[in-house]
């Protein structure tokens, strides 16, 4: 089944689909959007499109399956979140949260784990909007 994870009643729809014969015992969040650009240039609508399949996913992920007997709930977070990075003002601030989710989650006794990944590779640039390839740092 597919759908917007971002969408919290979409992701109530697929998560109500999982057989209970093969129930769920893991989360894996790995989204990532980007839309580079000073803090002065960043309107709601950018920072939606960073912040939604983020910030708001990985929201949606942990309210629904909080009471889940999960064995893990695996958030990739990225180096902005802690180095920053020029222009990447939404960026980072959808990194931290994930950072926070895990803590969150942690101090709660829930599994978490947030990865702060890195680039790739150091030469390019990825235009803004795309998804950002990672591998750990």
Do not use: C
């Amino acid at each position: 089944m597919a759908g917007d994870v971002a969408d919290r009643d979409a992701l109530a729809g697929i998560l109500a689909a999982v057989p209970a014969a093969h129930p769920l015992t893991g989360i894996v969040h790995t989204a990532g959007v980007v839309d580079d650009g000073v803090i002065e240039s960043i309107t709601a609508d950018r920072l939606d499109t960073v912040l939604r399949p983020k910030v708001d996913a990985a929201w949606h992920l942990h309210e629904l399956t909080r009471d889940l007997p999960l064995a893990a709930f695996v958030l990739f977070s990225a180096g902005a979140g802690i180095f920053g990075g020029p222009g990447q003002g939404n960026y980072a601030a959808a990194n931290t949260f994930l950072d926070a989710l895990a803590h969150l989650r942690r101090q709660a006794g829930l599994p978490a784990q947030s990865l702060a990944w890195g680039m790739w590779a150091e030469e390019g640039a990825w235009p803004a909007g795309s998804a950002r390839p990672t591998v750990p740092a």
